[in-house]
T-cell receptor, first 114, second 114 residues
Framework: DGGITQSPKYLFRKEGQNVTLSCEQN?????MYWYRQDPGQGLRLIYY???????QKGDIAEGYSVSREKKESFPLTVTSAQKNPTAFYLC?????????????FGSGTQLSVL | AQSVTQLDSQVPVFEEAPVELRCNYS??????LFWYVQYPNQGLQLLLK??????LVKGINGFEAEFNKSQTSFHLRKPSVHISDTAEYFC????????????FGSGTRLLVRP
């Protein structure tokens, strides 16, 4: 079945540590996105990528980094510069062009600070 | 800049009763409008979308929404809810010529009671 796989489901970060969240899709979508979800605040866009080897900052990119070396993969690194990383992180993908407005979401990663 | 307002953080309703979840948006340009549903510890699933044409949009699971341009609203309705409809519902907007960015509201938790 086609879809988006996020791993791990739960992740714990120690003070000063960088952690990487994985996102893989087999939908052959060009565009991929990372959102952060906090209770009562909805989803906020961290980074997005429309094509391999290219990505743009979203609304809350500070303290995060991404790469897009392969079409299928869009990992998100939460760096030590992100002082409040505890949140639910959602990865999504979409086609470009026709149908680009519909996002397909993964099941999320809950990141907590130890 | 665009924004989405979901005034109701939680809507309790009895099973088989009708429900309306409110969504208002602001934008200086034409927009696409969406409703997504999120079940606990899962990603988001598209319920319905308005791109153009008829202002009454039907989606999955018996939900529908009506686009009202003069009131900048896109309220979600269902004539008879089930226990299984208990979830978080997010309204979202994107510009029609956007660089693939969705702006989400803060969400409304629908709580269906027996």
């Amino acid at each position: 079945d086609g879809g988006i796989t996020q791993s791990p489901k739960y992740l714990f970060r120690k003070e000063g540590q960088n952690v990487t969240l994985s996102c893989e899709q087999n939908l052959n979508h060009d565009a991929m996105y990372w959102y952060r979800q906090d209770p009562g605040q909805g989803l906020r866009l961290i980074y997005y990528s429309q094509i391999v080897n290219d990505f743009q900052k979203g609304d809350i990119a500070e303290g995060y980094s991404v790469s897009r070396e392969k079409k299928e993969s869009f990992p998100l690194t939460v760096t030590s510069a992100q002082k409040n990383p505890t949140a639910f992180y959602l990865c999504a993908s979409s086609p470009t062009g026709q149908g680009r407005e519909k996002l397909f979401f993964g099941s999320g990663t809950q990141l907590s600070v130890l | 800049a665009q924004s989405v307002t979901q005034l109701d953080s939680q809507v309790p309703v009895f099973e088989e009763a009708p429900v309306e979840l409110r969504c208002n948006y602001s934008s200086s340009v034409s927009v696409y409008l969406f409703w997504y549903v999120q079940y606990p510890n899962q990603g988001l699933q598209l319920l319905l979308k308005y791109l153009s044409g008829s202002t009454l949009v039907k989606g999955i699971n018996g939900f529908e929404a009506e686009f009202n341009k003069s009131q900048t609203s896109f309220h979600l309705r269902k004539p008879s809810v089930h226990i299984s409809d208990t979830a978080e519902y997010f309204c979202a907007v994107s510009e029609t010529d956007s660089s693939y960015k969705l702006i989400f509201g803060s969400g409304t938790r629908l709580l269906v009671r027996p």
